[in-house]
């Protein structure tokens, strides 16, 4: 099995018509990383950083955070690692955050580390050590955005944070990239204002189809109205990929639906050349985007633009 994978992690990494793309790998634990080797992933598109309080009820613990992401950079240079903040909240993490009648609706990602500045200083802390440590190849990703006033004031206390290390003697690396999770659905309606304030924008596919359907992602009885075959969603998909093209920023996606080959296809289609996943997931996504031509990507991309229902769209995929 471990032959077969090499064979397609010795491919490049563009489509039979020269078309490059990034794949990139989603993980969460430090037994992971051997996986980031063996499936070839060109670097951490996304590491969710909740979990490393999944056995702690507090969250100020800088050290501890410092040492998990320099072993994440240690193990997947030359490639970035995009962190992302705490997420907490929702159906992360019931043991620290707090009980709400709507969890998804509510105190969640961004909005809990705005109230809780001394947690999001300590993460800062961390991360900006970290990338200090391997200069350009960090980037800070943070969850749950839904209003620019959130997005300046990240950037804000990234800059105290920074300000403050190196009045301690710390390196630091000024250029960090910030970017945001685009899983609110306001914030791809609203792409091309978001993109003027961000580094880069990773649409997280997970959250964006429950909001956007009002579905939520972990009800049994409704998933069948969890289609990321949504034309809807594949409409905001292309609105984001425009607005980044437009002011000339990377777009990725880093939800689930970039490890279905016929998606990811589709992704390339609408231009979006970064995408993250589940790291056994790579190895079928990159065969699928070697073997196939961009044009057809791009005509499966308008026709799946063009339908109507998710029956309509999901033929257009089997065909594919
Ligand atoms: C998403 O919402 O698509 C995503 C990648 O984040 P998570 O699944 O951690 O909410
Ligand atoms: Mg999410």
């Given at each position: 099995?471990?032959?077969?994978?090499?064979?397609?992690?010795?491919?490049?990494?563009?489509?039979?018509?020269?078309?490059?793309?990034?794949l990139r790998a989603n993980i969460e634990f430090e037994n992971e990383l051997p996986s980031i080797e063996r499936f070839c992933a060109q670097g951490v598109g996304l590491l969710r950083t909740e979990s490393i309080y999944l056995h702690c009820d507090h969250f100020d613990d800088e050290q501890k955070q410092?040492?998990?992401?320099?072993?994440?950079?240690?193990?997947?240079?030359?490639?970035?690692?995009?962190?992302?903040?705490f997420d907490a909240g929702g159906?992360?993490?019931?043991?620290?955050?707090?009980?709400?009648?709507?969890?998804?609706?509510?105190?969640?990602?961004?909005?809990?580390?705005?109230?809780?500045?001394?947690?999001?200083?300590?993460?800062?802390?961390?991360?900006?050590?970290?990338?200090?440590?391997?200069p350009g190849r960090l980037r800070i990703l943070v969850p749950m955005i839904s209003s620019l006033d959130e997005v300046a004031a990240v950037r804000k206390a990234v800059?105290?944070?920074?300000?403050?290390?190196?009045?301690?003697?710390?390196?630091?690396?000024?250029?960090?990239p910030i970017g945001i999770m685009v899983e609110v659905p306001n914030v791809a309606i609203q792409a091309r204002a978001f993109a003027k304030q961000v580094d880069f924008l990773s649409i997280g596919t997970n959250d964006l189809t429950q909001y956007l359907l009002a579905v939520d992602r972990g009800n049994e009885r409704i998933s069948g109205l969890y289609s990321q075959r949504h034309p809807a969603l594949w409409q905001l998909i292309k609105q984001v990929a425009d607005a980044g093209k437009e002011h000339?920023?990377?777009?990725?996606?880093?939800?689930?639906?970039?490890?279905?080959?016929?998606?990811?296809?589709?992704?390339?289609?609408?231009?979006?050349?970064?995408?993250?996943?589940?790291?056994?997931?790579?190895?079928a996504v990159k065969q699928a985007l070697c073997t196939r031509g961009i044009s057809d990507m791009q005509a499966l991309a308008s026709k799946v633009l063009e339908s109507t229902t998710v029956a309509e769209s999901e033929e257009i995929f089997t065909n594919f």
């Open positions: 099995k471990q032959a077969k994978i090499q064979q397609v992690c010795d491919k490049p990494n563009e489509t039979v018509d020269g078309a490059g793309f990034t410092y040492t998990f992401y320099g072993s994440v950079l240690e193990h997947t240079a030359p490639h970035p690692v995009i962190i992302r903040l159906d992360k993490l019931f043991n620290v955050a707090e009980q709400e009648q709507n969890p998804f609706l509510g105190w969640r990602g961004i909005r809990m580390l705005l109230d809780k500045k001394t947690v999001l200083k300590q993460q800062l802390r961390a991360i900006l050590k970290a990338a200090g440590r391997y800059a105290i944070v920074q300000g403050e290390l190196q009045k301690e003697g710390e390196e630091i690396d000024p250029n960090v000339s920023i990377p777009v990725s996606v880093c939800g689930e639906l970039a490890s279905d080959p016929a998606a990811a296809c589709c992704l390339l289609g609408m231009g979006i050349t970064e995408l993250s996943m589940t790291p056994s997931a790579l190895p």
